[in-house]
């Protein structure tokens, strides 16, 4: 979502224009990466279309899994691409800033959502969407939207 200067604390004013930027993102072809992602992302990515798009992710590539995809190479040498989202993409879905510090000349990362790293380490990344992390979110959700 940008580069910001010290101090920032994002209003939900600009939670308001992340969602709806996300919800832009999902309807391009591009979305089905990140219902691959897993995760949170994925999470983020249902919560933007619903469950009715889920159909369409099983579909096949996309149109843009070729020039932005991953490449995967098989056990017999055969090679194939599938969707992938890069960098840039992870962290747009996961809202976040850059906060430039020019005190030490480095960045602040900050987000709405925490990123795949955090994510991962958090306890709730356990293969599939619990009760638990739905519990997180909806906290979470409630939490940004006071």
Known sequence: ???RQPP???PYADYVVYEQLRHEFM????A???FLHGGLVWWLALHSLGFDHLPSVVKGISTEA???GDLFVGDGGQTYYDDGLLEEEIDFM???YYIDLRECDGLEVV????RPNAW???GLNVGFWSARCEDWFQTRLGNIRE
């Open 120 to 122: 991962n380490a958090s």
């Open 8 to 10: 920032f604390n994002p």
């Open 1 to 3: 979502l940008g580069h």
């Open 94 to 96: 996961c809202g976040t």
């Open 111 to 114: 987000s709405w959502w925490p």
């Open 66 to 68: 070729v020039p932005f």
């Open 27 to 30: 309807n391009r072809p591009r």
């Open 32 to 34: 089905r990466a990140a």
